[in-house]
């Protein structure tokens, strides 16, 4: 099964070069860099090491960068699309645990988890309240316990791509694309991976805009539920 690594990219000069260095040593898949106009060197830097990535014309945000690299994956005849953030946090040695359940017709979905084996950076204590309450949510809501729902290390088979295709929530969306294959009966899976901490820019989210995502999120897993979009076959 052909495997691309889609890549975020929003002023990561810091790390994108040495990240995308890492994934060529580390895993056999195919690569693209979503640039999403990002505002320091990372466009010269992607062209400078010849790596793999797509400039779009306006700034999409988290959701809208992701999505096109879904897109791009669904259409050039991907079987698998993994995401992995830009900041250096995932360890591409472990990309062959997402997708090994997909190959093996396990799962559609598969979501590095940071807290099943509780090993490497568990993530600040604000963001550490924001899982515990989307966890508890997600399992109120689809019966399902997932325990980093937050977690951008995730693998999807060509189902899931054609979910997102059609609808990918644009901030912080990750939660609600759990809760959307969750919705959808899509079979979603965790494993446990060891993250590392940023190594490089800055995180979108501060202590004070934890509480406004939080409620955020909630309302839009809720939305989710009650309005499902359904997977197109």
């Known amino acids: 099964m052909t495997t691309l690594l889609i890549i975020p990219c929003y002023n990561e000069s810091a790390t994108i070069a040495e990240l995308y260095h890492e994934i060529r040593a580390k895993t056999p898949y195919d690569v693209v ?24 014309l306006v700034n999409l945000g988290i959701g809208g960068a992701v999505q096109a690299g879904y897109r791009y994956a669904l259409r050039n005849g991907y079987d698998i699309a993994v995401q992995v953030d830009g900041d250096g ?7 062959s645990k997402l997708v090994e359940p997909i190959e093996c017709g396990d799962a559609d979905m598969v979501i590095g988890s940071r807290f099943i084996d509780e090993q490497g950076f ?5 963001r550490r309240v924001g899982i515990t309450l ?9 019966g399902k316990c997932v325990t980093d ?26 939660p609600d694309s759990t809760a959307l294959a969750l919705r959808n009966n899509l079979r979603v899976l965790e494993v446990p991976v060891i993250m590392r901490e940023r ?5 979108s989210i501060n202590v004070f805009r934890s509480v406004y995502y939080m409620l955020k999120v909630s309302v839009s897993i809720l939305m989710t539920t009650i309005q499902p979009r359904t997977v197109r076959v």
């Not at 062209?47 to 797509?54: A, L």
């Not at 946090?89 to 990309?95: F, G, I, L, R, S």
């Not at 190594?199 to 995180?203: A, D, E, K, N, R």
């Open 149 to 174: 729902a937050t977690s951008g290390f995730r693998a999807a088979n060509r189902k899931v791509m054609q979910l997102f295709d059609d609808y990918y929530s644009k901030d912080y969306p990750e």
């Open 199 to 203: 190594q490089g820019g800055v995180s």
């Open 33 to 56: 860099v979503i640039n999403d106009c990002s505002k320091d060197d990372s466009r010269m830097i992607l062209r400078q090491n010849c790596i793999p990535h797509i400039d779009l």
């Open 89 to 95: 946090q995932h360890d591409p040695a472990w990309v």
């Open 122 to 126: 568990q993530s600040s204590a604000a």
């Open 134 to 142: 989307f966890k508890g949510l997600l399992y109120c809501l689809r």
